[in-house]
């Protein structure tokens, strides 16, 4: 088993995901790295490992339970107790709500707010007592209206709120759980509106610092977040969107 702590990464194969694993190897924990690609997990578990830090992956998917127990399972028996969640993995369905499904509505939740407290919840036997972070993914669409995501807004609403109950209901055990809510973020889910000159335009105009992140940018704080320097942090929801929220 590893002397470094233990950090587990839903969503690890690309974009935000990787930049935090990546993150968080540069600062001296182990990653145990979740995602539906076999072949782009066991790059980001090559990368981590160039950086000096053990790796191990699991191949699953956030719409089942099931494997993400199995995941949390395999997690503490390769490495050992575990020191930080971050529940990453997430999904968009662009469409009107009159013509979004109850099924698709229900398979975003699940993969963007159930998956989180179904992770954070088979974690927690390994976490109580010892203490430890827990650091939810969410997004500005949580706080403001996008057109054509009913799901994805009302799935990170969710998590800003679920952020808050598993907070205080488990303080008393020394473990933090905080979300990180990014905007508009270079990835694989926002590649198609920054491609299009009109569109991309439409989005900088209501960012007053003019751009979009970069992955690394939001990995970093969600580093800071999972360190001793953010001991006293617990509970908050923290926007990381170039100021768009505060400009609505």
Same mark, same amino acid.
């Given at each position: 088993?590893?002397?470094?702590?233990?950090?587990?990464?839903?969503?690890?194969?690309?974009?935000?995901?990787?930049? *935090?694993?990546? @993150?968080?190897?540069?600062?001296?924990?182990?990653?145990?790295?979740? &995602?539906?690609? /076999?072949?782009?997990?066991? +790059?980001?578990?090559?990368?981590?490992? $160039?950086?000096? $830090?053990?790796?191990?992956?699991?191949?699953? =998917? #956030?719409?089942?339970?099931?494997?993400?127990? @199995?995941?949390? +399972?395999?997690?503490?028996?390769?490495?050992?107790?575990? =020191?930080?969640? *971050?529940?990453?993995?997430?999904?968009?369905? +662009?469409?009107?709500?009159?013509?979004?499904? %109850?099924?698709?509505?229900?398979e975003t939740l699940q993969v963007n707010l159930v998956s989180q407290?179904? !992770?954070?919840? #088979? /974690?927690?036997?390994?976490?109580?007592?010892?203490?430890?972070? *827990?650091?939810? *993914?969410?997004?500005?669409?949580?706080?403001?209206?996008?057109?054509?995501?009913?799901?994805?807004?009302?799935?990170?609403?969710?998590?800003? &709120? !679920?952020?808050?109950?598993?907070?205080?209901?488990? /303080? &008393?055990?020394?473990?933090?759980?905080?979300?990180?809510? %990014?905007?508009?973020?270079?990835? =694989?889910?926002?590649?198609?509106?920054?491609?299009?000159?009109?569109?991309?335009?439409?989005? !900088?105009?209501?960012? %007053?610092?003019?751009?979009?992140?970069? %992955?690394?940018?939001? $990995? +970093?704080?969600?580093?800071? !977040? /999972?360190?001793?320097?953010?001991?006293?942090c617990t509970g908050e929801t923290y926007y990381v969107d170039g100021?768009?929220?505060? @400009?609505?």
């Amino acid at each position: 088993m590893s002397a470094q702590k233990l950090a587990l990464v839903t969503g690890a194969s690309r974009n935000i995901g990787r930049a *935090i694993a990546l @993150a968080l190897a540069r600062r001296g924990y182990a990653l145990a790295c979740f &995602g539906r690609d /076999a072949a782009a997990l066991d +790059e980001t578990a090559h990368m981590v490992r $160039a950086l000096g $830090a053990q790796a191990s992956v699991f191949v699953g =998917d #956030a719409k089942s339970n099931a494997s993400l127990q @199995a995941f949390v +399972e395999q997690a503490v028996q390769t490495h050992g107790a575990i =020191d930080a969640v *971050i529940n990453n993995a997430g999904i968009v369905v +662009e469409r009107r709500p009159e013509e979004l499904t %109850p099924e698709e509505f229900a398979e975003t939740l699940q993969v963007n707010l159930v998956s989180q407290f179904t !992770l954070a919840r #088979a /974690a927690y036997a390994s976490m109580r007592g010892r203490g430890g972070v *827990i650091i939810n *993914i969410g997004s500005l669409a949580g706080a403001i209206a996008f057109p054509r995501t009913a799901a994805y807004c009302a799935s990170k609403a969710g998590v800003d &709120g !679920l952020t808050r109950a598993l907070a205080y209901d488990w /303080a &008393g055990d020394n473990i933090r759980v905080l979300c990180v809510a %990014p905007g508009y973020v270079k990835s =694989d889910i926002s590649k198609e509106v920054l491609a299009d000159e009109r569109k991309r335009d439409w989005v !900088l105009r209501r960012i %007053p610092l003019r751009r979009v992140a970069e %992955p690394e940018e939001i $990995a +970093e704080f969600v580093a800071f !977040l /999972a360190s001793d320097a953010a001991s006293f942090c617990t509970g908050e929801t923290y926007y990381v969107d170039g100021g768009q929220r505060m @400009a609505i």
